[in-house]
């Protein structure tokens, strides 16, 4: 199973990006998408996640501003972020609970990171 992330970059405080990640291999289901941060000098947060019934849940600083949102059918969760600011300056991780075929246990699995720079 791998996790590819990709749409990182560098925009100016006020602007938007969007990320997205796409699951591929052995994949029999997928309980659980979303997206971690990492900002130097500080610990991984979660942003936002979205579970198989499309609920989903954000942190506090990025409510109203960022939208996640999954399509089942492609295996991929993509994170729309609107009204950046500086503060949201991190890498950013997707991650996926994922139950491969023939297993009947749920893995974590992340992805490479994409970097998302914040500019004032």
């Known amino acids: 199973v791998q996790l590819q992330a990709c749409g990182g970059g560098l925009v100016q405080a006020g602007g938007s990006l969007r990320l997205s990640c796409a699951a591929s291999?052995?994949?029999?289901?997928?309980?659980?998408m979303g997206w971690y941060r990492q900002a130097p000098g500080k610990q991984r947060e979660l942003v936002a996640r979205?579970?198989?019934?499309?609920?989903?849940k954000y942190d506090d600083s990025v409510k109203g501003r960022f939208t996640i949102s999954r399509d089942n059918s492609k295996n991929t969760v993509d994170l729309q972020m609107n009204s950046l600011k500086p503060e949201d300056t991190a890498v950013y991780y997707c991650?996926?609970?994922?139950?491969?075929?023939?297993?009947?246990?749920?893995?974590?699995?992340w992805g490479q990171g994409t970097e998302v720079t914040v500019s004032s």
């Open positions: 991650y996926a609970e994922i139950i491969p075929n023939r297993v009947t246990q749920t893995f974590l699995y």
């Open positions: 979205v579970i198989s019934g499309d609920t989903t």
């Open positions: 291999g052995n994949i029999f289901s997928i309980n659980v």
